[in-house]
Nanobody, 127 residues
Framework: QVQLVESGGGVVQTGGSLRLSCAASGRTFRNRDMGWFRQAPGKEREFVAAINWSGRSISYADSVKGRFTISRDNAKDTMSLQMNSLKPEDTAVYSC????????????????????WGQGTQVTVSS
């Protein structure tokens, strides 16, 4: 089992920034792909960003490219999502996810490729 705990959500004005963190515990973190997904009220969960186990492959949703930056620290079993230039449409519950042990060369973007999920943290962007 891998336990994931998100932190860093909150309320911010349009154009502001937030940094989300995901702390992992339990089984090995460093050989797992990691990702961020979000779900707004009344909408389906959507992919935000992902990083493969080594950190050498990163994927972003088109809606966040150039504004969000995903990173990981395998020595600390943590992953982060720096969110800049936030927009009201970024309002959602953000969840981090971990995949099964692998050595993928490309960061996955499909939620089905992730095995463990955190509880989520609310991000609200006011206009």
């Amino acid at each position: 089992q891998v336990q994931l705990v998100e932190s860093g959500g909150g309320v911010v004005q349009t154009g502001g920034s937030l940094r989300l963190s995901c702390a992992a515990s339990g089984r090995t973190f460093r050989n797992r792909d990691m990702g961020w997904f979000r779900q707004a009220p009344g909408k389906e969960r959507e992919f935000v960003a992902a990083i493969n186990w080594s950190g050498r492959s990163i994927s972003y949703a088109d809606s966040v490219k150039g504004r969000f930056t995903i990173s990981r620290d395998n020595a600390k079993d943590t992953m982060s999502l720096q969110m800049n230039s936030l927009k009201p449409e970024d309002t959602a519950v953000y969840s981090c996810a971990a995949g099964p042990p692998s050595f993928n060369s490309v960061a996955p973007t499909n939620a089905k490729e992730f095995t463990y999920w955190g509880q989520g943290t609310q991000v609200t962007v006011s206009s």
